[in-house]
């Protein structure tokens, strides 16, 4: 099977712009979570989807958003983007539930100028 | 909330030793508890897991013991490789999210 994937991979914005990441979860799991890395700061939980529904959300603006296709493909939205909005992005898939074995992909480095 | 916290946050250790990391957390209802490793410049990978029903489990040289009255669980890895050297994470995964640690950088001096 092939792994979770994300697109783009590197992403380049000014403040004040709006950004779409994408995710492709593995065939078959119905969970996405996305996570933001920083450095010092670990992995931090920004929302859970699971059938087109979120499901938990983590505690970031309403700035950030999320939504989840009926193919299980994920996007999150973040606009209005401010300079410490850079960081790796990543998103993780699961057959069910968030806390069944989770896979990430390579993440999508945004940098906010 | 839900906390996690790590320590050390870093960990130097002669390769052939053992390294033991650990994580408190603070939600009752956690059930679960995974360790991820994070090599430079890649993805985070499950390396154990563990449930709260379970009190220790191994896998090689790696093993996670859990304590769930004091509320820590703790990464043990035996033998210790240079090819170990990562950043370790922790989590607990309670109301269907995970909540990870900040991570602890260990180094395995060859």
């Known amino acids: 099977k092939a792994g979770v994937t994300q697109t783009p991979r590197y992403l380049i914005k000014t403040r004040g712009q709006q950004v779409t990441l994408s995710c492709s979860p593995i065939?078959?799991?119905?969970?996405v979570s996305w996570y933001q890395q920083t450095p010092g700061q670990g992995l931090q939980f920004l929302f859970e989807?699971?059938?087109?529904?979120?499901?938990n959300k983590g505690n970031f603006p309403g700035r950030f958003s999320g939504r989840q296709f009926s193919n299980s493909r994920s996007e999150m939205n973040v606009s209005t983007l401010e300079l410490g909005d850079s960081a790796l992005y990543l998103c993780?898939?699961?057959?069910?539930?968030?806390?069944?074995?989770?896979?990430f992909g390579p993440g999508t480095r945004l940098t906010v100028l | 909330g839900e906390n996690v916290e790590q320590h050390p946050s870093t960990l130097s250790v002669q390769e052939g030793d053992s390294a033991v990391i650990k994580c408190t957390y603070s939600?009752?209802?956690?059930?679960?508890f995974p360790w991820y490793k994070q090599e430079l410049g890649k993805r985070p990978q499950l390396i154990i897991d563990?449930?709260?029903?379970?009190g220790e489990k191994k896998d090689q040289r790696i093993a996670v013991t859990l304590n769930k009255t004091a509320k820590h669980f703790s990464l043990h890895i035996t033998e210790t490789q240079p090819e170990d050297s990562a950043v370790y994470f922790c989590a607990e995964g309670a109301n269907s999210k995970l909540t990870f640690g900040k991570g602890i950088t260990l180094s395995v001096r060859p």
């Open positions: 563990i449930r709260s029903n379970v």
């Open positions: 939600d009752s209802a956690s059930n679960y």
């Open positions: 993780a898939s699961s057959l069910r539930v968030a806390y069944n074995e989770q896979f």
């Open positions: 989807y699971f059938s087109e529904t979120q499901r």
């Open positions: 065939s078959g799991h119905r969970s």
